[in-house]
């Protein structure tokens, strides 16, 4: 059964590690990876990323990605969403603590933000409006 927009929205503000897709040129298939995301209260959905990653420069010449995000339990249930990229900027200290506490436990936080910052090279975030939805609930196994 498809989710409506409520169930959809909520669904994605949980914190599901996504599978990012974006299209890798001719000949190839798309590059799908895992990524932590965001979703702001308008809905805009926001990953961080390197600056120099394969990536950022596959995002950047496609101007698009998608994001799907799936469960097992309590049912089984996915939400994919695709659109444009809106925006783009380097990232902060302040978005990788919030994208961290997303997804660590609290303890984990300020641990992971200072290794990340130093270790993991400059970062951008990249912001897309979901323009088209795919989702369901296929019920408990």
Excluded: C
């Amino acid at each position: 059964m498809a989710l409506n927009r409520e169930e959809r929205s909520a669904f994605l503000a949980e914190p599901h590690v996504a599978a990012l897709s974006v299209d890798a040129g001719a000949g190839r298939a798309p590059l799908t990876v895992p990524i932590w995301y965001q979703v702001e209260p308008d809905g805009t959905v926001w990953i961080m990323t390197g600056l120099d990653s394969r990536k950022h420069r596959l995002i950047s010449a496609a101007g698009r990605f998608t994001l799907m995000v799936d469960r097992l339990e309590p049912t089984i249930r996915y939400v994919s969403v695709e659109g444009p990229v809106i925006g783009t900027e380097p990232a902060s200290i302040e978005q990788l603590r919030e994208m961290s506490a997303r997804y660590l436990p609290a303890e984990k936080v300020d641990g992971y933000v200072d290794f990340a910052w130093k270790n993991h090279g400059e970062q951008v975030v990249v912001r897309m409006r979901p323009e088209r939805w795919v989702s369901s609930d296929l019920g408990s196994v």
